[in-house]
C-alpha cells in the first residue's frame, strides 16, 4: 500500500512539475495578417490564420545552415536535414507516420537555415500531433549510426543528380570561386569526403547546438483554431528548457574583390554557357531592393537591356538571373545559355563588352516602373497563397527576421531612378566580378559590403508597424458537395463548355485553366513543332499590342497568361484578380485574334528551344526516358504519336517556318471543342460575358477528329544507355496493359501500386528497400497511368542511383517485385495506405488546382464530380484478396521493358 502511495506521489509530482513549465506564449505583435508571439525559451512563433484555406501548414525554421558548417563539416547541416526523417526517442518512426497521415511534408536546408514542413487537411488531430511531433523531433532525435551509413549514400546520390547538370556544376564553382572566406562558397548539399566521414556522435553535437527553441521560429498557417494553437505550442514546447549555451552567430565578412577573376569547368556535354556573378547585398540591405529591380530591367523578355542586346541579336540563345535571399552579403549571378554554333570565346568577350555597360546604361523611369510593377506582382502572388507564404517565408527568416519581407516590399514600392542608377554604378564593376582571369590594375574602386549585425537587423525591425491587414476570405469546405454547391456550368455559342468555381480567394485573386481540343490526324502531322512554337509566341505581339507592351500591361495588373501545346490539345492558363479579370480576358481575346509571329522571334525561340534540347543529348535522364517511349510505344512516323529523337526535334524546330505557324494559328486553334474552368469570387454574368466574348467566336477551319493511341503490349527486356563523365544514373521502367479508369479492378489496382511504390511519405516498398534500407537510390517509386475513354494504360517505376549501384538497384526492384506477387501484401500495407490514400486526397481537394482540373474532367468527359469520392469509397471497402489479386492480374515481370542510362564504366 505505501508503495502504491508513494507511486501516485511521483506521478502527482510529475505533472505538476510538467504543469509549471508550461506557458502560454506570450504576444508580440502583429503584422498585415502575421501574429507574432514567443516563449520564455526563446522560441518565436507565428500565427498566420486564413478561413478560406481548407489545409493547414506547420513550418518550422531553425538559423542554421552550410554558414555554420565548420572544418570538416561541409553539408552536415543538409545530412541532419535527412536524419531528422528517421526516428525521436518518444514518437519513433517520423517517415511511416507522416506516410499514415498522408498530405505533404519535406525539409529543406539552405546557406541560412533549415526548415521542416507538413501540409495536412485542417483539423485539431493535424495540428496537435504535427505540433507535438516538431517539439520532439527539435531536442529528441535519435541520430543513429546505423541510419546515417545507409543516409550518406542517399545524399551523395542527390550530390551526384546535381552534377549531371552544367549550369549546376557552373554555379558552383563560380560560387566557389567568388568567395574566399565566406561559407556561402560552400554548396549547401556539401563535400562529398564530408558526407561520407562524419560520425554520429559529430552530428549530434551540431544537432544540440543549433536545434534548439532560442534558434527556431515556428510557423503555423491556414485554417486552424489559433486558441487551440497557442495551447499545444504551450503544452509540447514551453517545456523545452532553453539552453545554457549561447550562440556567438558567424562572424566573417568576405573582403573586397581584388579584380575580376575567373573560372573554367571541362566535362562532357553538349552545353555552352556563359556566367557572371558580382558581390552584392544581404537581404536587410536596403540596396537589395534595387538590385532585384535592376535585375528585371537587364534581364526581362523583351525590354532587358542585356536581354535586347545579347538574345534579341541572337549573339546569346537566352538570360537569366539569380540573387539568393540571404543574411550575409550575396552575388547576383547571370547565366547565358550559348548554342553550340557559336563560338564561345568570341562570345564570352561580347557578353563581358555588354556588362561593363551596366554602370553607363540611360536607365529610365518607365524601366523602373515596369520593373516594380513585375516584383510588387510576384510578392502580391506569394502572399495571397497562405500555405505557400508560409513556407517562403523560410527564407526571410534565415536572412534575419520575417519582418524583413515588408521591408523589402516597402523599399521596393518607394525605389526611385537614383536609386537604380546608384547599384548599377556601385556593384557592376569588372573588379567585383567573377567571370575571366586576374588583371592587375592601379585604379580600382574596391567595392567593400555593408555588414548587417544582429542588433542593427533587431533595430531595424523593432518598431516596424506594416499595412493594414487585408480582408480575410470567406471560409471554404474542401468537399465535393461544396464544389457541387459552388459550381455554374454553361456553354457558349460556339459550343464551349466552362465551369464558374465560385470561392473567395485570397487577395481576390482568379485563376483559371482552358484546354482545348484541335485538329485530325491528317491537318496534325508532322506538326508537333509548329504547334509548339506557335504557343510559345502567342506572347511575342499582336496587331494592337507589342510584346512589351503585353507583358508591361499584365506585369501592372499582377497577372500571368500562359500558352502551350500538346498533341491534340491546347492549353491557355490565367492568374489574375477580381478587377483585372475583364482587362486580362481582352488580352487573351486580342492575342487569339490578331497575333503577328514576328520573324525575330521565331528565330530567337527555336535557338532558345534547340540550346535546352543540346543540353538533354547526353543527360541520362532525357535519354532514358526518351528510349523507354521510343521502344514501349512504337508508332511510326506517320503518326501523331510518333516520338522524335532529341536530334530530329532540333531538326524539325530548324525547320519551322513562320507561314507554318500562320497557318497553324488560322486553321488549327480553336475552342469550339473546348471546355475551361475558373475559380475565384467572380459574379457569374461578368465571368460568362467575358469568356463569350473571349472564345465564342474563336473556332477553327479545320474539323477536330480524336485520334485514339495505339495499345504496344511490352516485353522483357533491360537496355543499358552509356552516358560517359555522368555522376548520376536512372533506371526507368514500363510495363503496357488494358484498362479504363471505369474497370472494375481500377480501385484495387490503385491500392497495389500504392503499398508497392506510390503511397505515403517513402513507406512503400519500393523506396523503404532502395533508400531507406539499402540507401542505394535518393529518389525511387512507380505511378499507374490510366485513362478515362481508352485503354491503353501502364505501370511505371523510376530510380535514380549511383552508376555503381545500376545491378543492386535492379536486383532489389526486381525482388520487390516478385515478393510481392509471390506473397502479397499484408493487412497492416493495405490499413496504413487506405488512411494515406483518403487523407492525401483530402488534401488534395484543399487545392485550387485539383478543383479546376475536376471541374474540367467532368466538362470533357462528362464525369460526375461525385466520383471523386466514390473512387475513395471503393477503396476504402477494398479487401486484402482483390488487391492482391489485382496486383498478379496486371503486374507481369515477363512485360517488363527496363531502361539504365548512366556511366556504368565507373568503378
Not at 549561447?246 to 556535354?269: C, F, I, N, S
Request: hydrophobic share 35%.
Amino acid at each position: 500500500m505505501k508503495k502504491i502511495l508513494l507511486s501516485f506521489v511521483i506521478c502527482l509530482l510529475g505533472m505538476i512539475t510538467w504543469a509549471q513549465k508550461t506557458e502560454v506564449p506570450k504576444f508580440v505583435t502583429s503584422i498585415e495578417g502575421i501574429k507574432e508571439y514567443r516563449l520564455t525559451n526563446g522560441l518565436q512563433v507565428l500565427l498566420i490564420p486564413d478561413p478560406s484555406q481548407s489545409n493547414m501548414v506547420v513550418n518550422i525554421v531553425y538559423h542554421v545552415g552550410s554558414r555554420d558548417e565548420g572544418y570538416g563539416e561541409k553539408g552536415m547541416a543538409h545530412l541532419l536535414e535527412h536524419m531528422l526523417f528517421k526516428s525521436t526517442k518518444n514518437m519513433g518512426d517520423i517517415k511511416k507516420q507522416l506516410s499514415d497521415k498522408g498530405g505533404a511534408a519535406n525539409g529543406t536546408t539552405y546557406y541560412d537555415r533549415t526548415n521542416y514542413y507538413e501540409v495536412f487537411p485542417s483539423n485539431d488531430e493535424n495540428l496537435k500531433w504535427s505540433l507535438q511531433m516538431e517539439a520532439d523531433r527539435m531536442i529528441n532525435a535519435t541520430i543513429l549510426q546505423s541510419d546515417l551509413d545507409k543516409e550518406f549514400s542517399v545524399v551523395r546520390n542527390e550530390f551526384e543528380i546535381g552534377e549531371n547538370d552544367p549550369s549546376s556544376v557552373l554555379m558552383e564553382k563560380v560560387f566557389s570561386t567568388a568567395y574566399m572566406w565566406h561559407n556561402y562558397g560552400n554548396s549547401t548539399i556539401g563535400s562529398k569526403e564530408d558526407i561520407e566521414r562524419v560520425k554520429a556522435p559529430t552530428l549530434r553535437k551540431f544537432y544540440e547546438k543549433y536545434y534548439q527553441p532560442d534558434n527556431a521560429t515556428l510557423i503555423i498557417a491556414g485554417k486552424f483554431d489559433e486558441n487551440n494553437a497557442l495551447k499545444y505550442v504551450g503544452q509540447y514546447f514551453s517545456a523545452i528548457s532553453k539552453p545554457a549555451r549561447t550562440l556567438g552567430g558567424t562572424y566573417t565578412v568576405e573582403p573586397a574583390q581584388d579584380g575580376e577573376k575567373m573560372v573554367e569547368v571541362k566535362r562532357t556535354g553538349e552545353s555552352q554557357i556563359i556566367s557572371a556573378a558580382y558581390h552584392t547585398a544581404s537581404y536587410a540591405d536596403k540596396d537589395y531592393a534595387a538590385l532585384d529591380a535592376l535585375n528585371e530591367i537587364l534581364t526581362a523578355d523583351p525590354s532587358g537591356y542585356l536581354y535586347k542586346n545579347l538574345v534579341e541579336t541572337q549573339k546569346v540563345s537566352s538570360i537569366w538571373a539569380y540573387s539568393p535571399t540571404v543574411r550575409d552579403p550575396g552575388l547576383m549571378y547571370v547565366n547565358f545559355d550559348v548554342s553550340k554554333d557559336k563560338n564561345l570565346d568570341e562570345t564570352l568577350n561580347t557578353v563581358k563588352s555588354e556588362l561593363d555597360k551596366i554602370p553607363t546604361f540611360n536607365y529610365t523611369e518607365e524601366d523602373l516602373k515596369r520593373a516594380k510593377a513585375k516584383l510588387l506582382k510576384q510578392i502580391d502572388n506569394i502572399k495571397n497563397n497562405t500555405v505557400n507564404y508560409a513556407i517562403s517565408l523560410t527564407e526571410i527568416i534565415g536572412a534575419g527576421d520575417y519582418k524583413l519581407g515588408f521591408l523589402y516590399r516597402d523599399n521596393v514600392e518607394n525605389l526611385k531612378l537614383a536609386d537604380i542608377k546608384a547599384a548599377a554604378q556601385k556593384y557592376f564593376r569588372s573588379n567585383n566580378r567573377t567571370i575571366g582571369v586576374f588583371r592587375p590594375s592601379s585604379e580600382e574602386i574596391r567595392v567593400f559590403p555593408t555588414e548587417f549585425r544582429d542588433e542593427q537587423i533587431a533595430t531595424l525591425t523593432k518598431d516596424y508597424k506594416g499595412k493594414a491587414p487585408e480582408k480575410e476570405p470567406a471560409p471554404f469546405e474542401a468537399s465535393i458537395a461544396n464544389l457541387k454547391k459552388n459550381l455554374t456550368e454553361g456553354t457558349l455559342t460556339n459550343g464551349m463548355k466552362y465551369g464558374l468555381i465560385n470561392k473567395e480567394l485570397k487577395g481576390e485573386k482568379v485563376q483559371g485553366t482552358f484546354r482545348f481540343m484541335v485538329g485530325n490526324e491528317k491537318d496534325l502531322l508532322g506538326k508537333s513543332a509548329v504547334g509548339d512554337l506557335t504557343a510559345s509566341l502567342l506572347l511575342a505581339g499582336t496587331k494592337n499590342r507589342t510584346k512589351e507592351q503585353i507583358r508591361d500591361q499584365l506585369d501592372e495588373m499582377k497577372s500571368s497568361v500562359y500558352f502551350y501545346s500538346y498533341g491534340q490539345y491546347f492549353y491557355v492558363q490565367l492568374v489574375t484578380y477580381k478587377q483585372y479579370y475583364p482587362k486580362v480576358m481582352d488580352i487573351i481575346q486580342d492575342i487569339l485574334a490578331n497575333s503577328v509571329f514576328p520573324q525575330n522571334e521565331l528565330d530567337k525561340t527555336v535557338i532558345e528551344n534547340n540550346t535546352y534540347l543540346e543540353s538533354q543529348l547526353k543527360d541520362p535522364n532525357a535519354i532514358a526516358s526518351l528510349e523507354l517511349t521510343r521502344m514501349t510505344s512504337p508508332y511510326p512516323k506517320t503518326s501523331i504519336f510518333y516520338t522524335p529523337s532529341v536530334q530530329e526535334q532540333i531538326d524539325a524546330n530548324k525547320k519551322v517556318t513562320r507561314e507554318q505557324i500562320l497557318g497553324y494559328y488560322t486553321s488549327l486553334l480553336g475552342a469550339s471543342n473546348g471546355f475551361g474552368t475558373l475559380i475565384g469570387n467572380l459574379d457569374t454574368k461578368t465571368a460568362a460575358e467575358a469568356l463569350e466574348k473571349t472564345f465564342g467566336k474563336f473556332t477553327a477551319k479545320s474539323k477536330y477528329t480524336e485520334v485514339k493511341p495505339t495499345f504496344f503490349a511490352t516485353a522483357k527486356e533491360d537496355r543499358n544507355l552509356l552516358t560517359p563523365d555522368k555522376e548520376n544514373a536512372v533506371a526507368l521502367g514500363k510495363l503496357s496493359f488494358r484498362m479504363q479508369q471505369s474497370s472494375p479492378d481500377y480501385p484495387a489496382l490503385v491500392m497495389a501500386n500504392e503499398i508497392l511504390g506510390s503511397g505515403g511519405f517513402l513507406s512503400a516498398r519500393l523506396p523503404m528497400r532502395l533508400r531507406e534500407k539499402e540507401g542505394i537510390s535518393y529518389g525511387v517509386g512507380s505511378y499507374i497511368s490510366v485513362p478515362i475513354t481508352n485503354d491503353v494504360a501502364s505501370w511505371n517505376y523510376y530510380a535514380y542511383l549511383n552508376p555503381t549501384k545500376r545491378d543492386a538497384v535492379e536486383k532489389a526492384v526486381k525482388e520487390e517485385i516478385a515478393k510481392a506477387l509471390k506473397d502479397g501484401f499484408t493487412q497492416e500495407e493495405l490499413d496504413a495506405n487506405k488512411k494515406s490514400y483518403m487523407n492525401t486526397r483530402t488534401t488534395s481537394l484543399g487545392m485550387d488546382n485539383t478543383l479546376i482540373n475536376l471541374v474540367n474532367t467532368q466538362l470533357q468527359y462528362n464525369v460526375p464530380l461525385e466520383w471523386y469520392d466514390e473512387l475513395n469509397t471503393k477503396i476504402q471497402a477494398l479487401k486484402l484478396p482483390e488487391v492482391n489479386a489485382a496486383l498478379k492480374k496486371y503486374i507481369n515481370p515477363d512485360d517488363l521493358t527496363s531502361v539504365y542510362a548512366g556511366d556504368f564504366n565507373k568503378k
